[in-house]
């Protein structure tokens, strides 16, 4: 089993900035993508960004040019840097990770943070 913690959530103004950090722990033998995910209120959950193991990364149109994701695989810990924030970026934030663990490869969930941003 593979266990997501989300931290760096909060509130902040429009144009701000913050930084979401996710940390798996567990009996990792392989991790694949990791990801985040967001879902607003009354809304549909959906991809935020996503980082392949080697690097690769792929952003929804919304946040393309506001939004950095990378990682560190020495730690399984992936991030998400989101500068100039909107209205629109309110929602919870999911993290997401592909593994392997240690034998049964599966997709794996934080438990969200909320991140709500002022106009």
């Known amino acids: 089993q593979v266990q997501l913690v989300e931290s760096g959530g909060g509130l902040v103004q429009s144009g701000g900035s913050l930084r979401l950090s996710c940390a798996a722990s567990?009996?990792?033998?392989?991790?694949?993508?990791m990801g985040w995910y967001r879902q607003g209120p009354g809304k549909q959950r959906e991809l935020v960004a996503v980082?392949?193991?080697?690097?690769?990364?792929r952003y929804a149109d919304s946040v393309k040019g506001r939004f950095t994701i990378s990682r560190d695989n020495a730690k399984n810990t992936v991030y998400l840097q989101m500068n100039d924030l909107k209205p629109e970026d309110t929602a919870v934030y999911y993290c997401?990770?592909?593994?392997?663990?240690?034998?049964?490869?599966?997709?794996?969930w934080g438990q969200g943070t909320q991140v709500t941003v002022s106009s």
């Open positions: 567990g009996n990792i033998f392989s991790m694949y993508a």
């Open positions: 980082i392949a193991s080697g690097g690769g990364t």
């Open positions: 997401n990770a592909d593994a392997k663990a240690p034998i049964t490869r599966a997709d794996y």
